[in-house]
């Protein structure tokens, strides 16, 4: 048994097909064919079900393969820490951000962290939430920004800042000619959210039960730019976070953007990490780099016009 054809192992159970798996591992596929039987030989167990049209592992096959992921999540962390001993800002950083926040924060941050650590190779992937946790706990993410709360005993929660969200109406809604409102003022009023499975549904929710709202029913998006497509459109209302109304995202003559009196409803976002992460010490730096956001961003304007413009 080798750590490369623990590789094998792990990429077969990621993509559950033998060419995908091969591509991934840059190989043939009848040389990782060969390698998983000669595991699977040398173990005495089988560890594949190999149907015409898909594979599946077996039972002690997926058992196999999550311990294969944890040794090999631990020989990559023996590789960094030698790594960071000799050059503490260079190496890779594999960095998981949410959809509804990763675009809109992105392009405020990397030119800072890119003068901060010239060496750095920031490997940026952007999943759902319980996706971001799952790669997380198993070393296929190193650290992932996420909106709190997050109930894991085994990572390390390093707050960044709080997101006000703002309410986005049509402009000719009855309330796009108000500078501001209380989240009170949402009571029986019907919002758009997004699916299920997006943080920022669970969040807009928790509001719609402070304040009285509810869910517009028939209709969930799957990404923020579409709600605010449909606020555009006139089909309904909907909260924004503070980040996605910001420049350089283009304003929308359409969308008329209303903050919240008082304590604004937000959500408050964090860098995570395994607590027995070997790269510690580097991402509490590169969280302090994040932390460095510029205040202007997540202040709210007196008066908010189209997507962000000030009135």
Not at 53 to 66: C, F, H, K, N, Q
């Amino acid at each position: 048994m080798n750590l490369r054809d623990l590789k094998y192992l792990v990429a077969l159970a990621d993509h559950k097909h033998f060419g995908r798996a091969a591509n991934a591992c840059f190989v043939s596929q009848p040389t990782l064919s060969t390698q998983i039987r000669k595991l699977e030989d040398e173990l005495g167990v089988s560890l594949v079900e190999r149907a015409p049209r898909r594979v599946m592992l077996t039972p002690v096959g997926r058992d196999i393969a999550e311990r294969a992921r944890k040794i090999i999540s631990d020989v990559e962390q023996m590789s960094e820490i030698a790594r960071r001993s000799q050059d503490p800002e260079a190496g890779t950083v594999r960095l998981g951000l949410f959809p509804t926040l990763g675009p809109y924060l992105l392009p405020h941050v990397v030119p800072s962290l890119r003068r901060r650590f010239p060496r750095l190779e920031l490997l940026l992937v952007e999943e759902k939430t319980d996706q971001i946790l799952a790669r997380l706990r198993d070393g296929r993410l190193d650290a992932g920004i996420l909106a709190l709360p997050i109930h894991d005993d085994q990572l390390h929660v390093e707050p960044l800042f709080d997101e006000p969200f703002l309410l986005a109406v049509p402009h000719d809604h009855a309330m796009a000619g108000r500078a501001a409102l209380e989240v009170d003022d949402l009571d029986d009023q019907h919002l758009l959210l997004l699916e299920e499975g997006h943080c920022l549904r669970d969040q807009a929710l928790d509001v719609c039960r402070l304040s009285g709202a509810d869910e517009r029913d028939g209709f969930r998006a799957t990404s923020l730019e579409t709600l605010r497509q449909m606020v555009a459109a006139g089909v309904g209302i909907t909260l924004l976070p503070m980040l996605a109304v910001q420049p350089p995202v283009p304003a929308s003559p359409d969308v008329r953007l209303l903050r919240f009196e008082g304590e604004a409803p937000h959500r408050q976002i964090a860098m995570l990490w395994r607590k027995s992460s070997a790269m510690d010490g580097f991402l509490r730096q590169l969280a302090a780099e994040f932390r460095q956001l510029p205040a202007a961003l997540l202040q709210p304007p007196k008066a908010v016009g189209a997507a962000g413009e000030t009135r």
